[in-house]
């Protein structure tokens, strides 16, 4: 049988293009949230955190917003880039004061050149 | 600063077979995860020490997965004997005191025939 698990939401974007991923986290008394980037064959690489007394944090090119109310995160990436092809992981605090991630499943980024 | 380096890089087994990973964490950094990521899904975490102490294991299949950092630095994560369901990438992260960014390193794609 097929496993869902193997199929990643795809976001296809043109270069020059804004994208937005999104991300729905489970645990309303997570305190801290991170997106990850990852790569074919590598780790996954910090893009941007935000904590949960915030709702919005600007990097270089990527924002995240935080929604507590529907418990959603989102990350928008402005101008992509090819270099920007990746599956993105939010990730969120769940262990109170023991930094422990419980990361979403993921969406896979296809920027075209 | 150098990063997370895990060793070996692959391993293919069969079944029954043990395996053995190898992390080295950021260097100054105590606290050190082992995590399992299954093609098309997140990374699940399966153990978490500080120093050479076992914070959490609670998700670690303990009848046939173990880990170890006997000196607060390296730690290996061994399996034995191999199922097939554990072929995966292991993922080793770690991170510093108070801050809760956690530093992945490239993994091991473990293939389990």
């Known amino acids: 049988g097929e496993s869902v698990g193997l199929h990643l939401p795809t976001l296809s974007v043109q270069e020059g293009d804004n994208s937005i991923i999104n991300c729905a986290y489970s645990?309303?008394?997570?305190?801290?949230f991170i997106w990850y980037k990852q790569e074919s064959g590598k780790g996954p690489q910090f893009i941007i955190d935000?904590?949960?007394?915030?709702d919005k944090r600007q990097g270089q090119r990527v924002t995240v917003l935080l929604n507590k109310t529907v418990k959603h995160l989102s990350l928008q990436i402005a101008a992509t880039q090819p270099g920007d092809s990746a599956v993105y992981f939010c990730?969120?605090?769940?262990?109170?004061?023991?930094?422990?991630?419980?990361f979403g499943k993921g969406t896979k980024l296809s920027v075209i050149p | 600063e150098a990063g997370v380096a895990q060793s070996p890089r692959y391993k293919i087994i069969e079944k029954r077979q043990s395996v053995a990973f190898w992390c080295n964490p950021i260097?100054?950094?105590?606290?050190l995860y082992w995590y399992q990521q299954i093609l098309g899904q997140g990374p699940k975490l399966l153990i978490q020490?500080?120093?050479?102490?076992?914070?959490?294991d609670s998700q670690l299949p303990k009848d046939r997965f173990s880990a170890e950092r006997l000196k607060g630095v390296d730690s290996t994560l061994k399996i034995q004997p191999a199922k097939l369901e554990d072929s995966a990438v292991y993922l080793c992260?770690?991170?510093?005191?108070?801050?809760?960014?956690?530093?992945f390193g490239p993994g091991t794609r473990l293939t389990v025939l």
């Open positions: 992260a770690s991170k510093t005191g108070g801050q809760p960014e956690q530093f």
């Open positions: 645990n309303s008394a997570s305190d801290y």
């Open positions: 935000i904590r949960s007394n915030m």
């Open positions: 990730a969120e605090n769940s262990g109170a004061g023991s930094y422990q991630l419980t």
């Open positions: 260097s100054g950094h105590a606290t």
């Open positions: 020490f500080q120093n050479n102490g076992v914070v959490d």
